[in-house]
């Protein structure tokens, strides 16, 4: 027996859903059934089914007509990681993170899915099948690290059985897919630029990459499964691959089917952390006069160099996730939608 789900259920917001995973997101609730409203700052597209609400999350009256007669919203707005603006990340994370929450209590929303991070325990060092239970960083190595965390504790603790609202968060891993505006571009200007030579380590480090498509199912498992009696109100979930790969095989996987070289020289880690600190120090000193981004960020170092793979049996119990494309299926039509990025074109 199917059971059917009252149509007022399946009205949904997706703050953030003009971006990479909020599209794909977007795309799968319409799919199932959902009618949907988009907030953000910018429109990306166009699609029959969904309601765009143009504004910034921090403005409380802006973000309100969006959740009319919504039960459930997605909260998967963020800047960029590779923006390293602390006054921006702290603003919209944290105090628009707050607003969101007083909205949807406002507006009489009952679930409130929030994409965190799995990086919220990440501190730079080994993480190997890391459970939810690791305590947050302590010491985070980004300013997107860092809002990340208060974003979650925020969207946790705001959980009430009592007031009607009841929240879980989502910690993917390094989301990749078709649209993705980060790792292949990223990937690709830097092999473009002679840059992707070196594995940075001995090149044996084992790191989560999730195909966006398991991602998002993840999210609406999540929602779909929120309830007051549910055990997932108020907590943390990864959501992987569950496939961990050695990061420098699935760099040389995505460059050698765009048609590029694999890196082949190994670079000590220590001394490739340490020039990323020189650089970023560097660039912090010189903001005032000039302004540059380095390719080499301390986090990336640490992300390409550690180990970092997490445990998604939480998710398998309490939400039944299983993921819905494999590893080698997700790069292959990853590798396939950039036409535009191969070698030569
Ligand atoms: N891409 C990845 O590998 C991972 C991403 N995440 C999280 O997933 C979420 C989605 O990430 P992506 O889709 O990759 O990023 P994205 O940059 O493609 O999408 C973020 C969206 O948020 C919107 N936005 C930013 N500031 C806003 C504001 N003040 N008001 C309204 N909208 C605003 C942007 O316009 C954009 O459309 C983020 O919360 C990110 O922290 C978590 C783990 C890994
Ligand atoms: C697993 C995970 C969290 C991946 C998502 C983040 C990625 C967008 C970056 C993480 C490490 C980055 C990185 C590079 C590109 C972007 C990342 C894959 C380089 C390969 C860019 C070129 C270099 O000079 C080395 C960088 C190493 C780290």
């Known amino acids: 027996m199917t059971t059917r789900v009252r149509p007022s259920n399946k ?103 929030l994409t965190s991070s799995a990086s919220v325990v990440f501190e730079g060092t080994d993480i190997k099948n890391g459970r939810e239970d ?27 059985k009592e007031k009607g609202l009841l929240t879980v968060a989502i910690r993917p891993h390094g989301i990749f897919g078709p649209r993705d505006p980060q790792l292949v571009p990223i990937l690709v200007d830097a092999a473009r630029r002679g840059k992707m030579k070196f594995i940075i380590g001995d090149g044996t480090n084992l790191v989560d990459f999730t195909f966006v498509e398991n991602v998002v199912h993840g999210h609406i ?4 499964h929120l309830r007051p009696d549910s055990p997932i109100c108020g907590k943390p979930y990864h959501i992987t691959n569950d496939e961990p790969v050695k990061f420098w095989d699935f760099m040389s996987d995505v460059l050698v089917g765009l048609g590029y070289a694999a890196p082949r020289y190994h670079l000590p880690y220590a001394l490739v952390y340490g020039l990323a600190l020189l650089l970023w120090l560097l660039a912090l000193i010189l903001r005032p006069l000039v302004s540059f981004k380095p390719t080499f960020t301390p986090m990336r170092v640490a992300l390409a160099g550690t180990h970092h793979y997490y445990n998604c049996e939480r998710a398998k119990q309490d939400l039944g996730y299983k993921p819905v494309v494999s590893l080698k299926d997700g790069i292959a039509r990853t590798v396939q939608s950039y036409p535009h990025l191969r070698q030569g074109a």
Request: net charge negative.
């Open 11 to 113: 009205r949904c917001a997706v703050i953030g859903g003009s971006g990479f995973l909020g599209k794909h997101l977007v795309e799968k609730l319409l799919d199932r059934g959902y009618s949907v409203s988009v907030f953000d700052i910018r429109q990306s597209y166009e699609l029959p089914g969904v309601a765009f609400h143009l504004g910034d999350l921090c403005d409380k009256r802006a973000l309100l007509p969006a959740m009319k007669d919504v039960s459930l919203v997605f909260h998967c707005a963020s800047p960029a990681p590779a923006s390293d603006d602390r006054g921006l990340f702290e603003r919209v994370n944290i105090q628009g993170t707050r607003i969101v929450i007083q909205a949807c209590i406002e507006a009489g929303v009952q679930k409130l899915v």
């Open 134 to 160: 690791l305590p947050y960083a302590k010491k985070p190595i980004d300013y997107y690290t860092e809002t990340k965390i208060e974003q979650e504790k925020l969207v946790l603790e705001a959980c009430d």
């Open 221 to 224: 498992l999540a929602a779909e």
